[in-house]
């Protein structure tokens, strides 16, 4: 009884308008097409994405979440197009988003680009009322299923540089309620981030910033600082304000595939009395692209962003 208490009280958090509803990723630095949609075709590459995150293991109806990107670059390198998909579960509720990205480049210099960018959306979102096991038959508080489509934009806006990008986004640009009334998404801004730091021949300093703001919610911030050894190997701090501690591992496998696991903790609230933490896995394949012209870059393909 005492878990079904708790599970209600997490689908209202994130359902009413004062939450943030959008799925998290402490690998949102391999996120950002879903976030951006200027960064499709940055990389000068096919890029394929993908993770899947277990969140707050050991918790009935926890969210699951996978993210799955493509992108590649069009028009000799000035525009890039992508294709986005996300799976968001939390206990009988379930998002599926599927998203066109279109983006076009401005070349600054021999090693910077500002990219513009355009998202087209479909939202399916369905919840199974009749999958809670509540003590009170026939409530009507719970007796309704919502079954959803709608349709949305998204817009951003990407400068990359070869040591630095920085970017601002809205995924969803228009806001809605369900068929009941009960859940409301709200608009989300996102800020990104980072940069490249040589440290010497073998170690490469990655510093990242991730900002979530939604109307009537605080700021979240994602702060996470890795280091590339060898070209080969990821080692990675994350620090997200009022939630979690987390760690980050990756491994270049080729200079086309890596992959990568990530542990966090929530031991900033009291979800982390009642779970095991959160697991993600991902991987990212990359398909050189005979390009024409190319940006002067000194970083081989798997450490670029």
């Given amino acids: ?9 997490l689908l209202l958090l994130f359902s009413v308008t004062n939450a ?16 951006n949609p200027a960064y499709a075709g940055t990389r000068e590459a096919l890029t394929i994405t993908g993770i899947n995150r277990s969140q707050w293991v050991g918790y009935d109806g926890a969210p699951v979440d996978q993210s799955f990107t493509m992108n590649m670059p069009i028009a000799q390198n000035k525009a890039g197009i992508g294709l986005s998909i996300l799976n968001d579960k939390i206990g009988p509720a379930k998002n599926t988003l599927l998203a066109l990205d279109f983006s076009y480049h401005v070349r600054l210099d021999r090693k910077s680009k500002l990219s513009f960018g355009l998202k087209g959306l479909i939202d399916f979102y369905r919840n199974n009322m009749a999958l809670l096991n ?20 998204g817009a951003g806006l990407y400068y990359h540089h070869d040591r630095f990008y920085i970017g601002i ?19 989300h801004f996102y800020f990104i981030t980072g940069a490249l730091f040589p440290m010497n021949d073998d170690i490469i300093f990655k510093p990242t910033l991730f900002l979530k703001e939604t109307m009537g919610a605080p700021i979240q911030a994602d ?24 760690i980050l591992l990756g491994y270049s496998v080729s200079e086309k595939l890596y992959l990568g696991y990530s542990f966090d903790w929530s031991v900033m609230n009291t979800t982390g009395k009642y779970n095991s933490g959160s697991h993600e896995i991902m991987f990212r394949y990359d398909i050189k692209m005979n390009l024409k012209p190319r940006s002067n870059s000194n970083y081989k393909l798997y450490e670029k962003f």
Avoid: C
């Fill in 134 to 153: 509540v003590s009170q038959q026939n409530d009507a508080a719970f007796a309704q299923n919502i079954n959803q489509i709608s349709n949305n934009l």
């Fill in 223 to 246: 702060l996470t600082g890795s280091f590339v050894i060898k070209s080969k190997y990821n080692v990675g701090l994350m620090y997200r304000t009022g939630d979690a501690l987390g």
């Fill in 169 to 187: 986004s809205t995924p969803r640009l228009i806001e809605y309620k369900a068929q009941s009334g009960m859940v409301q998404e709200k608009r």
């Fill in 1 to 9: 009884m005492k878990k079904i208490k708790i599970i209600i009280i």
């Fill in 20 to 35: 943030q509803q959008d799925a998290m990723f402490t690998h949102y630095m391999y996120n950002t097409q879903w976030v």
